[in-house]
């Protein structure tokens, strides 16, 4: 199974501060199709996941351009640019290049 | 609006099954495919496995293989995870999650608590 090293697994941070989560893939994340499937996801307390970023920098419809994604191959990054106290809680990388898809362990953002 | 609800939190016994559902709305239910997805206390997210409405085919995470069954209801666009043999290693959150066009894990449930306790 595919492994994604999330690091940091914890990220403190002040209002305004800009911050970046890795996201490293034991494996090439290039599908065959020329797509390479790395998603953000961000879990807020007592809530479910929601999608922020797809196919590695996409943003999804609604979420702030304070939020960009970039990467390649095996190494991928989330920014926050600004972070604001609505971005606490934890991130996840996910894969659906090779079944069976997997997360990364998450980083959890907290204000310091 | 895209909207996946799930059906409530479920106390189960040990060696039981449990059948939990997603009902789907504001998007084509047949053509994107389902996911299901376990979170452990204070654990991370694991995949469970994912169904096609559109024809019912399947593809299970070995790990949960004999453990979840997937399926799925065209006229009421709700899809359904069967849990058998149930230990307290069980217990957990299960969320749906669907993929829309090319968005993979674009849209997610609320989440259906499972206690597995005797």
């Known amino acids: 199974d595919v492994v994604l090293t999330q690091t940091p697994p914890t990220l403190s941070a002040t209002i305004g501060q800009s911050v970046s989560i890795s996201c490293r893939s034991s494996?090439?994340?290039?599908?065959?199709?020329?797509?390479?499937?790395l998603n953000w996801l961000l879990q807020r307390p007592g809530q479910p996941p929601q999608l922020l970023i797809y196919?590695?920098?996409r943003l999804e419809s609604g979420v702030p351009n304070r939020f960009s994604g970039s990467g390649s191959g095996t190494d991928f990054t989330l920014k926050i640019s600004g972070v604001e106290a609505e971005d606490l809680g934890v991130y996840y990388c996910?894969?659906?290049?090779?079944?069976?898809?997997?997360f990364g362990a998450g980083t959890k953002l907290e204000l310091k | 609006q895209v909207q996946l609800q799930q059906s409530g939190t479920e106390l189960v016994k040990p060696a039981s099954s449990v059948k939990i559902s997603c009902k789907a709305s504001?998007?084509?239910?047949?053509?994107?495919?389902m996911h299901w997805i376990r979170q452990q206390p204070g654990n991370g997210l694991e995949w469970i496995g994912w169904?096609?409405?559109?024809?019912?085919?399947?593809k299970y995470n070995q790990k949960f293989d004999g453990k979840a069954t997937l399926t799925a209801d065209k006229s009421s666009s709700t899809a359904y995870m069967q849990l058998s043999s149930l230990t307290s290693e069980d217990s957990a959150v299960y969320f749906c999650?669907?993929?829309?066009?090319?968005?993979?894990?674009?849209?997610w449930g609320q989440g259906t608590l499972v206690t597995v306790s005797s």
């Open positions: 999650a669907s993929n829309y066009g090319g968005y993979w894990f674009a849209y």
């Open positions: 504001g998007y084509p239910f047949t053509s994107n495919y």
């Open positions: 169904i096609y409405p559109g024809n019912g085919n399947t």
């Open positions: 494996q090439s994340l290039l599908h065959r199709n020329g797509n390479t499937y």
């Open positions: 196919l590695v920098s």
């Open positions: 996910v894969q659906s290049t090779h079944a069976p898809y997997t």
